[in-house]
């Protein structure tokens, strides 16, 4: 099926504009729903290697199907893949004004620091601020952070935890958000198991430090991924759970949830007590 597709915007690549948005983006749109799960995630694979033009044409092909264009939706797993595939071509389907970001990205720069693997986390998230959303979380962005972060020290946390406050509050948010990704059991985690306990004690410290409502308040939704990190920060715990105790989240409808931010508050405070006790 791959080589069908291929075939198809290949013989029909010249063709103007009105035929992809109707009667060629219908056709191969009705190809990639007829296609299984294994079949739709070759093409992930293969069209990195097709040119620029083929690149272009299924881009707008998918960001068409994401969007509800076509009567015939993806679904959820093959709506991941296509977010995924529509996420890591450079050259796929932009909004002119973000095209126009993307070339000039980096005089946007907020960042101090001259560390490279800070610089490739910032220069990353400046590239792709202005993308649709979904690209962080369904489009790979989030995954590619952890990536970058797996190969970190722990100089380089200490390093971000500082050129970070430069940053805007989207671009912030984009990191504090990423390092937790997946550990909600939603989505598959990149970062490594050794990297869980410098994420954690790095949520916990920004928590610490930026007194914003709404940071804090995506922070305490990663509590089961601070808990995970067994973090000794028994101070900074307390005032996290102190913190979410005047903020509603001692409520039964929090207390009962799935992820019950308090309660995994309360687990890591114990778990520093338990071990502390032992000493």
Aim: hydrophobic share 35%.
């Amino acid at each position: 099926m791959n080589k069908i597709i291929y075939k198809y915007i290949v013989n029909n690549r010249n063709r103007d504009l009105h035929f992809w948005e109707n009667e060629g983006g219908f056709t191969l749109h009705n190809y990639l729903i007829k296609m299984n799960y294994s079949e739709f995630s070759k093409i992930y694979h293969d069209v990195i290697h097709w040119g620029v033009t083929e690149q272009n044409i299924l881009t707008d092909c998918l960001a068409y199907g994401l969007d509800g264009k076509f009567i015939t939706a993806y679904d959820n797993d093959k709506r991941i893949i296509a977010m995924k595939i529509y996420g890591q071509l450079p050259e796929g389907f932009r909004h002119p004004e973000v095209k126009k970001w993307q070339k000039n990205y980096k005089i946007h720069s907020k960042t101090k620091s001259k560390n490279f693997k800070i610089l490739s986390i910032h220069n990353l998230i400046l590239k792709e601020e202005y993308t649709d959303s979904d690209y962080w979380s369904l489009g790979g962005g989030s995954e590619q952070i952890q990536n970058i972060l797996n190969n970190f020290t722990e100089n380089d946390w200490e390093e971000l935890k500082t050129d970070i406050l430069h940053w805007t509050e989207d671009q912030r948010n984009i990191v504090l958000e990423s390092i937790g990704y997946g550990f909600d059991s939603t989505f598959t985690r990149n970062l490594n198991r050794n990297m869980i306990s410098y994420g954690g004690n790095f949520l916990l410290d920004m928590f610490c430090i930026i007194e914003n409502v709404d940071v804090r308040l995506d922070i305490a939704y990663f509590s089961l991924f601070i808990n995970k990190s067994n973090t000794s920060q028994i101070d900074k715990l307390k005032l996290m759970r102190n913190w979410m105790s005047a903020n509603g989240f001692n409520n039964p409808e929090w207390i009962n949830s799935p992820i019950n931010p308090l309660g995994n508050i309360d687990d890591a405070i114990e778990k520093v007590l338990n071990k502390n006790s032992k000493i």
